[in-house]
């Protein structure tokens, strides 16, 4: 998998809402019920489970939606592999090498979790959107990069933290991340599912930033 990086770009709700300004006539209802409807679908045919969702939608920007929906209200973010590699990233901070060597080994790991129990971080989230949509025939691509959050500070990372989706529609890049859209970790570390849409095709460009 071609892994890109796109460093410092940051999410926020004050980034221009791109879905607004050019798919504001596009009603998203239909495929957002699709996505309910499927509701529960296992990931064992992910061909199987791209056509519930999209072969009944017209448009490539509304079976993205159907996607997106689907993955934000089924896949729970998982607290135990965020911490997990929290920890080596500080334990191995000095030792790059080893931490890819180990984030390697444990990516094998956390997609079958994914597959078998709906659970997983920023990469599985990014990973599973970008499947589906390219079982959809629509161009898609996992970005790496710095995530702010409440417990991070972007001046003192020294390596990439989140990872989210580019995809392509009508010939103009969006960005997209289905991790803050899917909800947040509270205090506890549990998972409080929260769909915001904010972070849904949330930041245009009509550059191609990603290569």
Known sequence: M???YLLFLLFSLNIINAQIADF???NFTKADNIA???QGEDLENLPLLCYKLTSKLPTKVEKFRAIYTWVCLNI?????QNNAVSRMRKKLKNDRLALVKWN???KKKAFKKLLKHHKTMCTG???LIKELAYLADIECKIIDGYGRTINTNIDSLESVNHSWNAVKLNNKWYLCDATWSSGYLDGNSKFIADYNDGYFLSLSFTKKMVT
Request: hydrophobic content about 25%; cysteine-free; proline content about 0%.
């Open 2 to 4: 071609k892994k890109l």
């Open 24 to 26: 504001k006539n596009i």
């Open 36 to 38: 309910k409807l499927n």
């Open 76 to 80: 729970t973010g998982d607290s135990n």
């Open 104 to 106: 390697s080994i444990y």
């Open 125 to 127: 989230y990014a990973y």
